[in-house]
Structure formats: structure tokens, C-alpha cells
């Protein structure tokens, strides 16, 4: 869509035509609302965009650091633009607005002629006038682009990295340094860091959390100027109190102006401190031209730098524009309530925070050991009038929403943490109805009750789909789907149903189901969905309950899935497949040999796998003992192909041969292997390990991952391949090897204890609360003080495992279940019959009718 | 298998019977003639055995569930034709015992051979005993 000829002016069509400048959040919820308003429909709407992307969630920007894509971070969807018959513009900015043609000139020489024109043009990152700051390795934090020259230049360049400004986008900066491994300070000119957003007290308690993080924090600081070396590059900064930093990077971030320009240039009226005039519609001086998000003064006078206020523009322009003269959408001025997770700190402020109203009284409550700190501001009537939250911001889905009103606890009792003598915590059921919970979208609590699901509210309301911070409380107040129960047997989760077995020592499936099952169903069989998630849960956690780590003896046997049963994989014609273990895709020229002779003499389709081994397709029930007695022989072990348990570990050849490689990826992916081989969870898990940046062996689309570094190995969770690929997250970085496995260690039994049945280890991550962060917080700092237990329970099940083919052959009571018939156990199944094809066999199908679920005929 | 349980037969279920020693056998009743096919001892409650009807081709798949009851289906899986039945997971529903087809899970009531998850689909049943 840029590659047509500039457009001349228009003036023949017979529609009407909006021009949008800008398209990044702000300016895409104006498209939406656009389109909800029908104006789609009746104007042509066309969009010219600076950058060379269409809108991205600048809001998370840093996550480009833990492994988001720039698509990723897309908020626009193409099929929406398509739809809408919007024409879109990258990388072609306006340049020059003729209010009186009415016309847009765009850089790349279009001229449009507008009938409404809307500017979201956003604004630019202040850069205080300090000497040096052009110099090579000075950069500013707003656009991907700007954090794709960070990491490029900190890759090559830089070590040590300051960022000059302590607000919230200072310490979302800082963030990004820490995650590209450098050095990291902050240079922050105010006493306290996020001065705009949290108090002294608050400040305190970010800072002692964040030095203990490892950043250098400078508050009540000036940079006075760049010093650069020879070649004119960053080599240090001084500060105002004299001291010299040394550093080889800097980001300024030390605020941002509206982007005002085009604006005065065509002689609209801009307020003193920038930012385009614009009255409650969100009109400018001229009434064709609106101005709405970062770029504008709102009628309150007040520039707006958050993206809630920014959509709640974007709605009220649209409505303004549909509406005519009739408009009662009004913009007055906004909450500026925040809620962000910086540096792993959850910091919070909402309403007043800073105590601004006459009157108003503070209740705050600080634990400098565990770096919270919260504050309510009262007002003398006891309303709730705003606060601070550092470091627990649990409640603060509620208290915003409460602001305004008198709170049905007395307000110390909302800030001490629970078990200190507080109330029981205040839940959302307190909630007047017009409470707003989505500030971003200004939804209601009635609003959101009104739909069932989750989804159904982020689809009807847009709640939720902004900053995120409310879904948790969206959460709360939808019913609560009745039941979580796993199935009609169990009440519980799987994840009730492991503490249970785990604390009280189940190991019997009958006895979980006679005493913890719902009435119904004790002293039933259970169904097809419980028995395997028990026999997974009680196979997990065999060595530490006292059960026995066999997954075919007693009572066991009778819950395992026909693959685990039969230690083999149940294809579509009842016959097996069987795949050996091959450790990081390592494999001896004799073993190779071996599996060839296997699978030549009992006529197996062999077929190499997706993770580097191979299996043998076609073996009937009673030939597994047979062929495993061979491939035990030679040497191999159970490939837990058929188990919801490790599968492989893939690798490429690594540092070894690879001329790129700089580590041993294939002796790590052997001895990840050989450790979590056997490894019972709540499904599958893959992994692989790449021996440099170039990953070849697809480690991010594994449920672990691990890609070598020059200084050690990184580790990326929760990635899957299959119908909702996702790429793993950065959990850890630059590991040592035995940093790694305990990460791993850690990681693996925190999945098996809190995933639901059959949920890989991506959709965990999503669904979890806290996501990806809270589980660095438990693996990787302990939050919950439970990584020595998750330790243990690992190194219980190294220290247990036993290979189950090896012990089955041992043991003809084990041996005796393999027979195609209890009454013939040699006479092979006379409906499992292969025909010839490309040189193997493949299941005789018309013996078979294959039919869907749905529409079949009687037998 | 020691257990000393009375059967209960529930409606439309075909004969079942309580096991009573350990060298117990389990026959089926096959064109008006009971036919021994193992030692009760070779099954395991909740799970199932595959058995070979003298036709040679026939199968029919025995359960046991946790009471001691004794179950008997046609072995083949109507949905996809394989003769699996025998490996699917017994569980109960309602009270009344199934087996889940291990390839794409319908259930099958024990007792007469009825789909749950379609109606228009069942599979036969036999008549078994345990017999000393």
C-alpha cells in the first residue's frame, strides 16, 4: 500500500475524508472507534505513520528484552485495517498541513484533502541540552527502532550503561540495560526516584529494592555533561555533585514533550508548555483539525504522557466527529493511576497520590526488609482519595476503584499485609456498581459482570486489552465458571489434587477418590480423565510419597493411558510404535546399525522424528517385549515417546565441530537429557539446547530451551511448536552449568506442581498469574521459599530413575500383560495388517473405517 | 482376586458374577456354551484382556472393575475398526462402569455396550462369568 504513486488531492470523491497523523496506540483506538462510530463506512480514512511499523504496544517495549518480538508487540491488526478499507502509510510522515486548501503534504509527496483531520503525532523524548549528547552511544528510549540501536551498539560497544532520568520510562530503560547484561545506573536530577509518581517513602523503598538488584541509582543528580573518547564515542558522564561515571552507553529519558510542531506551524493554537489546545471534544482552534493523545493539552490544561487518558481522547474525538454538533462525549481530564511491574518491583499509584487535596490525611504502612511500602490518602470524611504501592500492589485493582468512595474497612486495615491483624482482605464483591476496573477502556464493574468469560469481556468491552493491570480483578468479579474441578470425579484442580497427594502422602488413586472425590463418584472407577492425572501426579512425586516410581505395578497399571501401559505409542490400526532413547540426537554408527537390523527383521516403517531420533511404526502388542530385548541389548533405554514426560533434548553439533559454536551444545543436551529422562508431568516436554545465537536447534520453540552465550547459557520457558507456536521467554541469562540444571530443576517441578492436566508449559505461563515474572520470582529469587523443596523433589527423581523397558523384560509377571490375546497370547491381532509403500509398510486401511465423532451409523 | 463380592446385575447388563477363589476361571457364554478363556487371576481391576473368539477373527474385550464385577464387549472400536477396546481405561459414570476407546476416547457402557458420546453407536456384548 506505499508503493502507489503520490495521490493527488481527492477532491472528486464523493465520500468525505479523515486524515490521521500518527499511528501508534492512541492513534489505532482511534481507528477502532472509528469503525465502532460506522465513520468507516462513510469516510474514506487514510493514516500517515512516521514509523516503518504500524501501532506497537509502546507501553511494553522493554519486554523486547525478555524475548517479544516487534510483531509481537503489535496492537494492529491487518485483517482490521483491510476490513475498514483504511489506507495506511508507513514510514511516511506529514510534513506540512494548508488548513485553508485543507490539505496534508506528506513527505513522500502525497497530498491529501481532508474534511476532518485527527493528529496523534504522539511526542518526542526530551534530551537535556548537556554538552556531548550526540555523541556515538547516546540514545533515546521510545520507538522499537530506538531499542534496536541500543542493543546493536551495546552488543558491540558497551559494557556499562547509565540512563539519565529515574521516572517510569528511566527505569523501564534501565530495565532494558540490565536485560542486554550491562553494568546499569541511574541519574535521576529529582530526590527520589519516579518523583511524579510516588512519594518519599515509596521512593525509598524502590530504591533499596533496586540497589539490591544490582543498579546503581544517583538520586538528586545532574548530568552536566558527556565525555567522549578519540573517536567520538561515549566514554563517561559527569554529574553535577563532581564524580565521574564510567560508562559506554547512555539513554536519556528524562521525559518526553508533546510533538507539537506541525501543529505551530499551521498556526494552531499550542498551549505554553507545548502540547496542542484542544477543548472538551478534543477540537483544536480550528474545528476541522482534533488533536488527542500525548501530542494535545486537554481542556483541563493538563498534557497527558499515559495511554488510558490517550484512548479515552481517541473515543472522544470519534464520537465527537460522528456526532456533529450534538456531542455529549466530553474529554475533561483523567485519572493518572499507574500500575507497572518495573524491574520486577510492582510499583502502583493511583488518584492523589501525593496528598494534594486540603485536608487529606495519610495512612501508610512500610516493611523496608521485604521493600513494601503503601500509602492511602484519606480524606477528612474518611473517602479514598488515591496512594502508593511499592512492592505488593495486589490491592490495587480494588482501591482504584473504590477511590472516590468511603471504603467499607477503615484504611489502615487495606494497607497491612494479611495475617498482621488486618480485616480479610476487601474483595472486589465491595465494589459499588460504576466502579471503573478498566481504566484504559473506562469500563465498569457492571459493564463487566455483564459477560461470562474472560474473553467474552476483553471482545465486548475492550477491558483489559490495555495495560492489563485489571484482568486479575476482571477475574474476580466474572462468576466463577461453577466448577474447576478436573472431571465428574474430582472437585479439585490437578493442582489440588498434587498438594493433596504431595502433603498427605496419597499414593493410591482409590484412596484419593474415596476421600477426596466429589460424593458421586467414591467408590467408583474414576474416569479417563482423573486416573492418568493421578497416575502423573503420583508418578512425580513417587519418591517423595513412598510410592513406587514403576509406572506398571499394582495399582498404577490400572490408571495409565494404553501408551503407558503398553510402554509403547497405540497407532490408528492398534499396533505400536517404539522409540528408542537417543540422547541430544547423539547416536553411535553400531547403535545406528542396530535399530536398522531391529526395525528390518520385524518389518517396521521407520521414520525419522522432529526430535532428532527415530521410530519404528508397525509393532503389534506381543512383538514389543521382543524388539525391546534387542534395542535393551544393545544398549538403549526407554525414549518416553509414549509418556506424558520428557521427550528429547535436541541439539546442534555445537562448539565441537561448528565453526560458530561456543559451547559443548551436544554434551549439555545429553546430560539434560539423561537427567529428566523418565520425568512424569503434566504433558510432554521438549527441549533443546543450540551451541550459539544462531539456534539451530530451534531451542525457543522448546518447553525449556537453552542457547549458548560466549559466557555461559541462556534459558528460554515455555515455548511450543505445534497448532499455537510460541517462542519460549528469556527466564536467565549467561547460566554457568550448574546455574542452569537447578534453573531447570526449579522451573520443571514449579510446572508439574501448579499446571493444570495436559497443560504445556506455554499455556501455563499465560495462564498463571504473574506470568513469566512471577515465575522468575519463584524460581529464580525465591519468593516462595520452596526451591530447595523443588530441588529435592528433582533430585528424588534422578537418584530414582530406572529405565521401565529394562525393568519389564526382568520381570515376566510385567512381561505377562504383552499378548495379543489372554487366551492366545501368540496369535497375532487379524485386524492389524500393513500393505506395501514406498519401499515400507503402512497400516492396511481398508480394513479399517475411519469416522469423525459426529454423523456415525450404528455398528 | 479373593474378594468375596456379591453381584448386583443392573438393567440391560448381562450376567456378571463374583469371583470366589484364586484358581478361579473366567468363561464366556458363546453360542449357548460357556467357554473358559483364563485364570481370573490374569485380570486387573480397571484394566482389560483382549480374548479370541474360536472363529479366529471375533475378539472380545473382558473387564474387571474394582467391586469384582465382570464385564464383557466386542473388542473392536467402531469408530476407527481397530480391535482395541481391551486398552482402554475403565471409569464409571452415573454409577455405571465404561470404557474409553484409547484411540479417540469414546465411551462405552459396560454393561450394554452403548455409546455415550453417540447414540446411534454400540458394540455388542457377551455374557461372562467367573467360574471355579
Redesign the interface.
Known sequence: MDTDAPVAAMDTAPEKTLVLIGHGMVGQRFLEALAEQGLTATHRVVVLCEEPRPAYDRVQLTSYFSGRTPDELSVTDTEFIEKHGIELHLGDPAEHIDRRARTVTSRAGRTLTYDTLVLATGSVPFVPPVPGKDAAGCFVYRTIEDVLAIEAYAKENATTGAVVGGGLLGLEAAGALQGLGLGTHIVEFAPRLMPAQVDDGGGAALLRTLTGRGLAVHTGTGTQEILTDEAGAVRAMSLSDGSELDVDLVVFSAGVRPRDQLARDCALAVGERGGITVDERCRTSDPAVYAIGECAQAADGRVYGLVAPGYEMAQTAAAAIAAGDDCDAAFTGADMSTKLKLLGVDVASFGDAHGATDGCLDVAYADSRSGTYKKLVVGADGTLLGGVLVGDTEAYGTLRALTGSVPPVPAEQLVLPAGAGAAPALGPEALPDDAVVCNCHNVTKAAVQACATLPEVKKCTKAGTGCGSCVKLIGQLLPQSGDQGLCGCFAQTRQELYEIVRTLRVASFRELLDRHGRESARGGEGCETCKPAVASVIASLAPAIGADGYVLDGEQAALQDTNDHFLANLQKNGSYSVVPRIPGGEITPDKLIVIGEVAREFGLYTKITGGQRIDLFGARVEQLPVIWARLVDAGFESGHAYGKALRTVKSCVGQTWCRYGVQDSVRMAIDLELRYRGLRAPHKLKSAVSGCARECAEARSKDFGVIATASGWNLYVGGNGGATPRHADLLAQDLDDAGLVRLIDRFLMFYIRTADRLERTSAWLERIDGGLDHVRDVVVDDSLGICAELEALMADHVTHYRDEWAETLADPDRLARFVSFVNAPEAPDPLVAFVPERGQIKPDLPLLTLRPLEGSSAR | MTAMTTMTTTTGAPPATSVTTADASVQLHLDGAWLT??AAA?L????G????LPD??R?AA?FL??TGHLYAIDN?D???????LS?????????R?FV?S??????FDLGTGRCL??D?????VYEARISP
Open positions: 478363556v483364563c490374569r486387573t481391576p480397571g484394566r484382556v483382549a480374548v479370541l479366529g477373527r475378539q473382558l472393575d474394582r473392536r467402531p469408530f476407527s475398526g481397530a480391535a482395541v486398552r482402554g481405561l475403565v471409569g464409571s459414570a452415573d454409577g462402569p474409553a484409547p484411540l479417540l476416547k469414546q465411551r458420546d453417540d446411534e453407536v454400540g458394540v455388542g
